[in-house]
């Protein structure tokens, strides 16, 4: 069974710092990462794509890649009082079954 | 603008009911799936269709089914509603191709099973 895991938080920063929320996941075939934000109440949107080692930076967000270690990372610098939602990593293989860790609230404090 | 409509907002049936769960996307997408999305478990792909008339099951197919006769719509049916079933159901449609591999979800329908 693929597994993706996350710290279900809550995971609470002060305005204007930097959140940092990880992900790692089971299977090592896994090619395709994604940072999905859900606010309450509200479905899912997509956030960040990563394919390959390093960082790739959006914005606001940066999202981080470490398949050796089988570990993927969301930076939110600058957190504002907004950006306080759930936060899902989801992880897919060659088909099209994304799997959805079970998200890290996250609570940025004016 | 993108939309993916699933027919009803909340949902309460009884045991034993069949159920349909309907979700409509406007995009021309060919992938759409269906999850269920409990506390601390995350979104659990229930099925997913590759095109019309095609589907795969996913990690918790059992006691579901799905039908897509049309590429814009994909139902997502209970044969035989059980209390376990009560959930956040999220219907999802994807562009085969998508370099972003981007999932657009519906707004979800919390079905609840008495």
């Known amino acids: 069974q693929k597994e993706v895991e996350q710290n279900s938080g809550p995971l609470s920063v002060p305005e204007g710092a930097i959140a940092s929320l990880n992900c790692t996941y089971s299977d090592r075939g896994s090619q395709s990462f994604f940072w999905y934000r859900q606010y309450s109440g509200k479905s899912p949107e997509l956030i960040m794509s990563?394919?390959?080692?390093g960082d790739k930076e959006d914005g606001r967000f940066t999202a981080q890649l470490n398949k050796a270690s089988q570990y993927v990372s969301l930076l939110i610098r600058d957190s504002q009082p907004s950006d306080s939602a759930t936060y899902l990593c989801?992880?897919?293989?060659?088909?099209?079954?994304?799997?959805f860790g079970p998200g890290t609230r996250l609570s940025v404090l004016p | 603008d993108v939309k993916v409509t699933q027919s009803s907002r909340y949902l309460v049936k009884r045991t034993g009911e069949k159920v349909f769960l309907e979700c409509v996307q406007d995009?021309?997408?060919?992938?759409m799936f269906w999850y269920r999305q409990d506390p601390g478990l995350g979104l659990r792909l229930i099925y997913f269709s590759y095109d019309v008339k095609m589907k795969e099951k996913g990690d918790i197919p059992e006691g579901y089914s799905v039908s897509r006769e049309k590429k814009e719509r994909f139902s997502l049916i209970l044969e035989s509603a059980s209390t376990n079933q009560t959930s956040m159901y999220l219907c999802a449609s994807k562009l085969a191709g998508d370099r972003d591999e981007k999932l657009f979800f519906g707004s979800g329908t919390q079905l609840s099973v008495l």
């Open positions: 995009m021309d997408h060919e992938n």
């Open positions: 989801a992880v897919k293989g060659n088909g099209q079954n994304f799997v």
């Open positions: 990563i394919y390959s080692n």
